[in-house]
């Protein structure tokens, strides 16, 4: 038996150029990436139970993005303030450290194949406990939100 009828979506320019941006951007977080895929599968007029199948992610994830932009568009697919205590480092910060380690050749990366990868605790050390944005424990969480890992191809 099918479920309820998924909420329909339509995209306005505006937002589609936004979504597609985002998956362009090479310092969005993964998260917000499959978040926009998933909107931007939704807005085509594919059901839940397809785009979770494109995707490898379940309905229930589909469902919620959709809803959620629904009721809320493009600010709806931004991660939400979590408790806790306040964050040290901000985004800013955070995207800058990943363009700027995206952007180097690590001094000494370690070498697998064709990539080179520059060791985290290296970069914690060396990046941001010289002035660069922030202290090393600041460093480490910010790999976390995106699950970015620092690795770039030679």
């Known amino acids: 038996m099918p479920g309820p009828k998924p909420l329909p979506l339509e995209l306005s320019d505006r937002e589609r150029r936004v979504l597609r941006g985002w998956l362009r951007k090479q310092t969005a977080s993964q998260a917000l990436v499959l978040r926009s895929r998933i909107v931007l599968a939704c807005a085509e007029g594919l059901s839940n139970a397809r785009v979770a199948d494109d995707l490898g992610v379940s309905r229930e994830t589909v ?63 060396s990046r941001l406990s010289r002035g660069s944005g922030g202290p090393s424990a600041s460093s480490r969480t910010s790999w976390r939100p995106g699950s970015c890992r620092p690795t770039r191809s030679s």
Do not use: H, M, N, Y
């Open 63 to 125: 469902r919620k993005w959709r809803s959620r932009f629904a009721a809320d568009r493009l600010e709806g697919l931004v991660d939400r303030p979590r408790s806790g205590a306040p964050r040290k480092i901000t985004d800013e910060q955070v995207e800058a450290l990943v363009a700027r380690t995206l952007s180097q050749t690590p001094p000494t990366g370690v070498r697998t194949g064709r990539r080179v990868r520059w060791p985290r605790r290296r970069v914690c050390r």
